[in-house]
């Protein structure tokens, strides 16, 4: 891996809810030669990654993947309970990568809890959450 630490982009919209039709949103059959990534590649990719995720309903959050595997998430609350404008909120979370070489996430929101696990595909030199890495 280069130097420059990798930044994961989860697009929970279509990837805790693959049938839902969002227009404009990137999807696994959008990308050029997607490559899964497992094992001890997939934990150093995530280690020290930049996270973005976005939601089915609008929310972008962020995080930074942590060596002990915590962090501290950020969102815009776009979208949660029908909000049509941005309310910034942050919670505690963490990750791990499963035996089946999934990335999961769990974040303690001050109203919700959040648990979801997804594959990583590489492509074009970034990586992608996908629910299902060979279905588009």
């Not at 994961?8 to 919209?13: I, R, S």
């Not at 693959?18 to 934990?43: C, F, H, N, S, Y």
């Not at 973005?52 to 969102?75: E, P």
């Not at 001050?110 to 992608?128: P, S």
Request: net charge positive; charged share 25%; proline share 6%.
């Amino acid at each position: 891996m280069t130097a420059a630490k990798s930044t994961v982009l989860v697009l929970c919209a279509l990837l805790v809810y693959p049938a839902a039709a969002i227009p404009q949103e990137l999807t696994v059959g959008d990308l050029k030669d997607p490559q899964k990534i497992t094992g001890d590649e997939l934990r150093q990719a995530l280690t020290g990654a930049k996270v973005t995720s976005r939601t089915l309903h609008g929310s972008t959050r962020h995080w930074y993947n942590n060596a002990d595997g915590k962090f501290t998430a950020s969102s815009d609350s776009r979208g949660y309970k029908g909000r049509p404008t941005a309310y910034p909120t942050t919670g505690t979370g963490s990750w791990r990568v499963s035996p089946n070489d999934q990335y999961c996430v769990e974040i303690d929101w001050r109203k919700v809890d959040e648990k979801w696990c997804v594959f990583i595909l590489k492509a074009d030199g970034k990586y992608y959450g996908a629910a299902r890495p060979n279905d588009p």
